[in-house]
């Protein structure tokens, strides 16, 4: 039966009408924004820390150092020791030219024995004279000899007793120049105080070594180390200092083992602020590794970044810290769409933060916050390709 033309052009429109939506939905699939490439993380049980760390480097310290100089000035006359050599408490290290000491102190002594000589010449003297006077005070008695006599023998019995004092006297004398003399010497001498390495040498034999006088800094003579005790100085915001105290466990990297840390304590915490120029006011801390061998040969000048321990909570939810937002808020990735949520945070540090509510186990977190366009309400899938290239 043939169509008239009223159904013709209905139909026609239909197909019209089925083309124009068509083309429509094309258009508007073309032209529909992409859903954001983001990173995203699985909220899952851990450890948080709270940690303060040093706001300049810290340095490696040896627990005894000592930089030596002679109390006196002079020609260097004896170098018994070079750089890197291990030295012994007591061991000679430097000594300048003192021949003229040396000299004096060989006077000294002679004089001393000089002065003990004559005490046992004097003083035998006096014995006799002391026997004898007691030998006529019984013939005295006797009536054998005159009270003059007596009185003779008495005061030469006590000339010899003061010679035998006199001469005692001259050997204490005599030994306390000795004892002068060889304290000058020793200001001519270096010896080591502790057992130690030589770190450094200034001077040569035959050059001039100059004492460093009061508010001078004269390089020292000597530097000595004892490398077999070190600790880790390092400056801290004067604002965390309230919350460090010794005993507080830490961990230490060093710029010459990286990758590594190494537990220890804080031994010490400055009892006064260290205000440097330009520079933020910091109180030092020492602190000392829990296994000093674990480190291996250090060095004393390393550079070195101590962590302060001041809390831990094992076992709770936690996220990374990049992760939190403004206000206390994350973004979830929900049904491809990106959804902020408000959280409670607690103990928290650069890496991980604790939830202590807003937040179950396995709920999917956006991590890349910096990406343009990531924000509540906005389309998104997981960017694979940088998971899997993480």
């Not at 109180?283 to 061998?293: G, R």
Request: proline share 5%; glycine share 8%.
């Amino acid at each position: 039966m043939p169509q008239t033309p009223s159904r013709k052009w209905l139909r026609r429109s239909l197909v019209l009408l089925v083309l124009l939506a068509l083309g429509a939905a094309l258009v508007w699939w073309l032209g529909r924004p992409k859903p954001l490439p983001v990173l995203v993380t699985t909220v899952a049980r851990g450890t948080v820390e709270a940690t303060v760390t040093n706001t300049r480097a810290g340095t490696v310290e040896a627990c005894q150092r000592t930089r030596l100089s002679t109390i006196s000035g002079g020609r260097i006359a004896v170098l018994a020791v070079k750089e890197g050599d291990r030295v012994r408490k007591g061991q000679l290290l430097m000594q300048l030219w003192n021949e003229d000491q040396q000299a004096e102190q060989a006077f000294a002594q002679a004089q001393l024995a000089t002065s003990r000589k004559r005490v046992t010449e004097v003083c035998t003297m006096a014995d006799l004279a002391r026997r004898e006077l007691a030998r006529q005070e019984g013939l005295f008695k006797q009536g054998f000899v005159s009270e003059g006599r007596l009185d003779t023998v008495r005061a030469e019995a006590d000339t010899r007793a003061a010679s035998c004092a006199t001469a005692k006297a001259d050997v204490a004398q005599s030994q306390a120049r000795v004892v002068v003399v060889g304290a000058a010497r020793q200001r001519t001498v270096l010896v080591a105080p502790f057992d130690g390495t030589v770190a450094k040498i200034v001077g040569e034999v035959g050059e001039y070594s100059t004492p460093s006088p009061p508010g001078v800094p004269t390089p020292p003579a000597i530097d000595l180390i004892d490398d077999s005790c070190l600790y880790v100085k390092a400056p801290m915001d004067e604002v965390d200092a309230p919350k460090i105290s010794a005993g507080q466990p830490v961990r230490i990297t060093l710029d010459a083992l990286p990758g590594r840390s190494f537990p220890g304590k804080v031994r010490r915490v400055a009892p006064y602020v260290t205000a440097v120029e330009k520079q933020a006011r910091t109180v030092e801390i020492e602190a000392v590794f829990d296994d000093p061998k674990a480190a291996g040969r250090l060095l004393v000048g390393y550079s070195a970044d101590v962590e302060v321990i001041l809390e831990v909570r094992a076992d709770v939810l936690r996220v990374p810290t990049a992760a939190l937002m403004q206000g206390g808020k994350v973004l979830l990735l929900e049904g491809g769409r990106l959804v902020e949520r408000p959280v409670k945070t607690g103990v928290t540090n650069w890496e991980h933060s604790e939830i202590i509510s807003g937040l179950a186990g396995g709920e999917r977190i956006v991590t890349s916050l910096d990406r343009a366009g990531v924000k509540a309400g906005a389309a998104a899938v997981v960017d694979e390709a940088a998971s899997a290239a993480k």
